[in-house]
């Protein structure tokens, strides 16, 4: 889904070509990157999705403490914005 993406594929032309060794086939070397790429994608989805899949009941019945903990992280971020500097 990623190859139809625009920015998916500003981003490969951008950070693949830096691993790619020019005296050896191109071809190749692209296809390894990019499977590798997609093991390690399908591995960060299926941790997300287990994490979650543990963490439902204790969020789900536990609706206020939800609630205050992403109100904690919404004022942290913005605490954090307040006190960064332009450079």
Not at 24 to 48: C, K, S, Y
Request: no cysteine; charged share 15%; aromatic share 8%.
């Amino acid at each position: 889904m990623s190859l139809t993406n625009p920015k998916s594929l500003v981003f490969y032309a951008a950070f693949l070509p830096q691993f790619i060794d020019p005296t050896r086939r191109v071809g190749p070397q692209l296809a390894e990157l990019a499977a590798i790429w997609l093991v390690l994608g399908a591995a960060n989805d299926t941790i997300w999705a287990l994490l979650a899949g543990r963490l439902r009941p204790v969020l789900a019945t536990r609706g206020q403490l939800r609630n205050r903990l992403s109100a904690g992280f919404m004022v942290g971020a913005g605490v954090g914005l307040a006190l960064s500097r332009r450079t």
